[in-house]
């Protein structure tokens, strides 16, 4: 078990955002790998002994992908991506305005 790198490391101390994508791409990585051993098995060594759980490991292999990105992609009920500012203040302002968190005052036209 790691422990988190402390500020007194030497390093940097990791916010827990960081934390929780660095465990999603260590998580994508090793579903793509099995990817790859998945579908280089199948052909290098198991279609010698079976030619239908070859294509099962492919089509296996197939499915990977498609989750290893959803899995990367997921945000968590603590990552407020979409109400970060974008640094455009008029924008900003707009989107506020949409989202109900600055009201419209209709006598000064603000």
Known sequence: MRRPPAADDG???RSYAEGVYARRR???FWMMGACLVLFVGAWAVVRLFSMP?????????MLIPPI???????????????????GDPTSDEWWDELDGKKRRDPKDGT
């Not at 759980?53 to 292999?61: F, H, Q, R, Y």
């Open 53 to 61: 759980v070859a294509i099962g490991m492919c089509v296996v292999a």
């Open 68 to 86: 290893a990105a959803m899995v990367a992609n997921r945000r968590g009920p603590e990552d407020r991506w979409w109400d970060d500012p974008s």
């Open 11 to 13: 390093g940097p101390a």
């Open 26 to 28: 260590h998580v994508y």
